[in-house]
T-cell receptor, first 111, second 112 residues
Framework: AQRVTQPEKLLSVFKGAPVELKCNYSYSGSPELFWYVQYSRQRLQLLLRHISRESIKGFTADLNKGETSFHLKKPFAQEEDSAMYYCALSGRNSGTYKYIFGTGTRLKVLA | SQTIHQWPATLVQPVGSPLSLECTVEGTSNPNLYWYRQAAGRGLQLLFYSVGIGQISSEVPQNLSASRPQDRQFILSSKKLLLSDSGFYLC???????????FGEGSRLTVL
């Protein structure tokens, strides 16, 4: 079955500390993984996608097919990083446009 | 540029009444369209998605249905609302080329 798991509902870190938001997935085909972010009173928006291998706002995420993980990392957290983060999986590489999300992790960066 | 609109933004309905939430995309053609329900602690639950006019994939058997009467219009409906249908509903679209989803403002439904 297709599934995205984010084990942490809430993650609190101090400003300047490293951040790692965990995401594990279950998918029988070739998935495409994404991280979305929702800042307070804003729409959900794309943060980054595994296929781009890019760093956005200092965040990176590496797809580990062996561990079926796509953890989001940032070496030094900023207060403006406080938001809700969702990991998502699309099956479009396998011929389906089914697009599912995890339950989300709220990141709080403390001053 | 592309835009997505959802309405109504807020809706309060009695149990047993019908529902119609509408989503329209502008500035693109043949988008893939999605309906999600967002609930605290439960993330975004995929309800329906559509890759073309009249093509609907249902992910969760429940009291809701979806239709796509036009290329850029996606409608979420119910004949008789239940209390458990209360929630925040999000419409989204993607072109299929980049995989990025673009979300609407959302519709908050309260069933009393």
């Amino acid at each position: 079955a297709q599934r995205v798991t984010q084990p942490e509902k809430l993650l609190s870190v101090f400003k300047g500390a490293p951040v790692e938001l965990k995401c594990n997935y279950s998918y029988s085909g070739s998935p495409e993984l994404f991280w979305y972010v929702q800042y307070s009173r804003q729409r959900l928006q794309l943060l980054l996608r595994h296929i781009s291998r890019e760093s956005i706002k200092g965040f990176t995420a590496d797809l580990n097919k062996g561990e079926t993980s796509f953890h989001l990392k940032k070496p030094f957290a900023q207060e403006e990083d406080s938001a809700m983060y969702y990991c998502a999986l699309s099956g479009r590489n396998s011929g389906t446009y089914k697009y599912i999300f995890g339950t989300g992790t709220r990141l709080k960066v403390l001053a | 540029s592309q835009t997505i609109h959802q309405w109504p933004a807020t809706l309060v309905q009695p149990v047993g009444s019908p529902l119609s939430l509408e989503c329209t995309v502008e500035g693109t053609s043949n988008p893939n369209l999605y309906w999600y329900r967002q609930a605290a602690g439960r993330g975004l639950q995929l309800l329906f998605y559509s890759v073309g006019i009249g093509q609907i994939s249902s992910e969760v058997p429940q009291n809701l249905s979806a239709s796509r009467p036009q290329d850029r219009q996606f409608i979420l409906s119910s004949k008789k609302l239940l209390l458990s249908d209360s929630g925040f509903y999000l419409c989204a679209w993607e072109t299929g080329s980049t995989g990025e989803l673009f979300f609407g403002e959302g519709s908050r439904l309260t069933v009393l």
